[in-house]
């Protein structure tokens, strides 16, 4: 009987992009945590919080990438370069945040390094950072996104068990 | 719910104020899934606000920045209300930490919170029986 079958290997194939993601540094236990708080209340929770950190994370990196195209040479000093390195730092501490609150370590790691740039007014420093968190980030959606599709698909394969069992549990009732 | 030590059994009620939108929904759910009534507040002002209109909680988890006013602000205004509930502090700045602790927390914890960092501030759940 091949009912079931998909979702089950569906969900093996989320379990081992989930294990790559935790090896490669992507995610650490506290993805583990925000998984723990989604329930039958909540189902769709995981995917939610997950999505609005996608809405805001994007916000955030043009955000950042507009204020270093503000700041002029390393080091700068001037009021304004500095200006811009203090609204950089606050973004980056949201960034850091939302990422360490949803586990994606190395997103929150490059983050740090970031910051360290941006309070040493460090402004080539500052855009390999960006470009690496760019990247970090694009890497970390394409397979959250990924993960997602196959959970959607495992829902979908394991709803054609539903009729069965519906029908054979009316059928043991009426007998 | 949890006794409060009084005759009557009152919800244990947490004000979590944060701008971030993921933060709040997260800190709010975690909190739900253990019976605790949450309220938000997104700024340091709407913290204010809520108790200038009278309300109250057992325990108030303040970011530090904020738009509006951020949560030293927020904190040391709420100390001068006389609000004397625990104010615990969630951060992500960690060299803004002592800063922070010395507008008027009762502790300040890093980013990402859970429960385990703020156990010693939430009440252990009421056993439901009638003495």
Do not use: W
Not at chain 1, 62 to 79: K, W, Y
Not at chain 2, 13 to 27: A, E, F, G, S
Not at chain 2, 44 to 62: Q, R, Y
């Amino acid at each position: 009987m091949l009912v079931g079958f998909g979702a089950e290997r569906l969900g093996a194939d989320m379990n081992r992009l989930l294990a790559l993601l935790f090896h490669q540094g992507v995610l650490d236990e506290q993805f583990l945590q925000l998984q723990q708080l989604e329930d039958e209340t909540s189902p769709n929770f995981v995917s939610e919080v997950v999505s609005i950190f996608f809405h805001e994370s994007e916000k955030l990196l043009t955000s950042l990438r507009s204020l270093l195209m503000m700041v002029e040479g390393d080091h700068d000093q001037d009021h304004e370069g500095g200006l811009e390195y203090g609204k950089i730092g606050v973004h980056l501490n949201q960034f850091m945040g939302s990422s360490s609150s949803i586990g994606a370590k190395r997103v929150r790691n490059v983050c740090l390094a970031f910051r360290a740039a941006s309070d040493h007014h460090n402004r080539h420093g500052c855009l390999r950072a960006l470009e690496q968190l760019e990247h970090e980030y694009c890497y970390l959606k394409n397979k959250l996104h990924e993960f997602f599709q196959l959970e959607q698909q495992k829902v979908l394969a394991a709803g054609v068990r539903y009729p069965m069992n519906h029908y054979n549990n009316n059928i043991n009732i009426n007998s | 719910m949890y006794q409060n030590g009084s005759t009557e059994t009152t919800p244990f009620r947490v004000l979590v104020v944060d701008d971030d939108r993921i933060l709040r929904k997260m800190h709010k759910m975690m909190l739900t899934r253990l019976g605790i009534e949450v309220e938000v507040a997104v700024n340091g002002k709407e913290a204010v606000d809520l108790h200038l209109a009278g309300a109250s909680f057992h325990l108030v988890l303040m970011d530090l920045q904020m738009p509006v006013m951020d949560g030293s602000q927020a904190t040391k205004e709420l100390r001068g209300m006389g609000v004397t509930s625990p104010i615990v502090g969630v951060t992500a700045a960690c060299a803004e930490k002592a800063a922070f602790l010395a507008s008027g927390l009762t502790d300040c914890v890093s980013k990402p919170l859970t429960i385990s960092k703020i156990a010693n501030y939430l009440p252990a759940p009421s056993n439901h029986t009638n003495n």
